[in-house]
């Protein structure tokens, strides 16, 4: 019998299996498709030659995360590559915003009134970053903080509205662009601890940048699942799992799926009825002729670069895809250029570009055009370097990762108490009905992204849970 049997190969899933297969736990992981990934893979969508990321591309959270910083990925091939800007947010008289590595770099393109308010807003957390990240990527309440004065300081700044923190800027490019880095996680602007949503995204750029991973996303769970095999764990791939009973016999059972999925194979019943999930985005992957024609200078060296004139267009944008179940007419756009530092993922002297929009949960029209009509205000003549796109809106996402549901890639809302407590009000978040079932998605804390942390704080839960067997 194997100690674990992981559901999932996405990087929660891998981790999860790595961190058990690391205390000498047996291991086993079984994965739906054909390859491992989940959200962090890479193919070619397009036209050969062109390596996209169909889901995640740049990552800031995973540089950050201490779980991926614990493991020695870089011997398994993962390499990540700084751009010379984390990140830009043009506007339409041809000049920028920029979230840069340099606090005062980014206070500067603020303008005279922000600059000193920015810096006061960063500087006293920048120093304590490592124990920050650790301590709010970790278990919610159930772990002791390892620097509680520094948590509830960043707790009083971050846990109102972010519309309460941007009070702090007079202009509008600080509003804009710190409007952007909230709206990373499909949030509306007024909720909840999205003060400390864009806070989080700002420290890490300034800690330790936003990259991307050479060769694409794919290389960190490549690297996650070569690193579980020399640990004695097996990957099984084209496995599909709808019941219990089709995996093999094993003490604990680790899901990086979906809390519905989860409920059904597991037979949870209505366990997770109260889960929500979030809105859904439009993709669309480019392949370019050349680089894409941003009128800000600072845009073309930028590895990510937001789309959204100012704070209010953001806004409305949210509000319409997450409250009035409408595709934005302008919607806020994120996008990522990887050839700016990595330009094996095109043929020489083409491009990849990524870049999708917020949509409604399931929506099924197409926001192409209302996508490209943005980044030509931005970017005049981006049409005419496309080669070929690749779309997908909510129904082609979901049926790629069957953990984003209706089209929602933060695997659940990050809304209300959600944003801490997912996916259920629980101490344990990563524990079900079912003594031996776990959760590892991003649907457990501390959410979205390709960090690792829910494969990791989940992994302690069931090693606590095997050692008491054992006992």
Not at 327 to 351: L, S
Not at 384 to 409: C, H, K, Q, S
Request: net charge neutral.
């Amino acid at each position: 019998m194997l100690d674990a049997v992981v559901v999932g190969a996405g990087p929660n899933g891998l981790t999860a299996a790595v961190e058990l297969a690391r205390r000498g736990f047996s291991v086993a992981v079984f994965e739906a498709r054909d390859t491992v990934g989940g959200g962090a893979r890479t193919e070619e969508l397009t036209l050969p030659g062109f390596r996209h990321d169909p889901c995640s591309a740049a990552h800031p959270l995973g540089i950050n995360s201490p779980a991926f910083r614990a493991l020695p990925l870089e011997r398994y091939g993962l390499e990540w590559l700084q751009p010379e800007l984390p990140m830009a947010h043009p506007f339409t008289d041809g000049t920028a915003a920029v979230l840069s590595r340099s606090v005062a770099e980014t206070a500067a393109s603020f303008g005279a009134r922000d600059a000193g308010a920015y810096r006061r807003l960063v500087e006293p957390f920048l120093p304590h970053w490592d124990t920050l990240a650790r301590d709010f990527m970790s278990l919610p309440l159930t772990a002791l903080p390892r620097d509680p004065v520094t948590l509830a300081r960043f707790g009083l700044v971050g846990l109102p509205p972010s519309t309460w923190l941007m009070r702090r800027f007079r202009d509008e490019r600080a509003k804009a662009l710190f409007s952007g880095l909230v709206a990373h996680v499909m949030a509306p602007l007024s909720g909840f601890a999205t003060g400390a949503i864009g806070l989080v995204f700002a420290l890490a750029a300034h800690a330790r940048g936003w990259p991307v991973a050479r060769g694409g996303s794919q290389s960190i769970s490549d690297a996650l699942a070569a690193y579980l095999k020399d640990l004695g764990g097996t990957v099984h791939t084209d496995y599909e799992v709808k019941r219990l009973d089709d995996l093999p016999p094993a003490r604990a059972y680790v899901f990086d799926t979906s809390p519905t999925a989860l409920a059904r194979i597991a037979g949870l019943g209505r366990y997770y009825d109260g889960y929500r999930y979030g809105p859904g985005v439009f993709k669309v992957d480019y392949a370019l002729d050349g680089p894409v024609p941003w009128t800000a200078p600072e845009a073309r060296v930028a590895g990510t670069v937001q789309i959204g004139a100012s704070s209010a267009e953001i806004g409305t944008a949210l509000r319409a895809a997450s409250r009035e179940g409408r595709a934005p007419d302008r919607p806020f756009m994120i996008t990522v250029q990887p050839g700016v530092v990595d330009p094996d993922r095109a043929p020489e002297g083409k491009q990849v570009f990524w870049a999708y929009g917020h949509v409604p949960s399931g929506w099924d029209g197409d926001l192409t055009d209302a996508l490209e009509r943005q980044l030509e205000r931005f970017a005049p003549g981006f049409r005419d370097r496309v080669l070929a796109r690749a779309t997908a809106g909510p129904p082609e996402l979901a049926a790629r990762n069957a953990n984003y549901v209706g089209g929602d890639i933060g695997s659940g809302a990050v809304t209300g108490l959600q944003i801490l407590l997912r996916p259920k009000l629980s101490l344990s978040p990563y524990g079900t009905p079912h003594p031996a079932v776990f959760i590892c998605s991003s649907a457990t804390p501390p959410g979205p992204g390709v960090h690792g942390m829910s494969g990791h704080n989940a992994a302690k839960a069931v090693w606590r849970r095997l050692r008491q067997q054992q006992a």
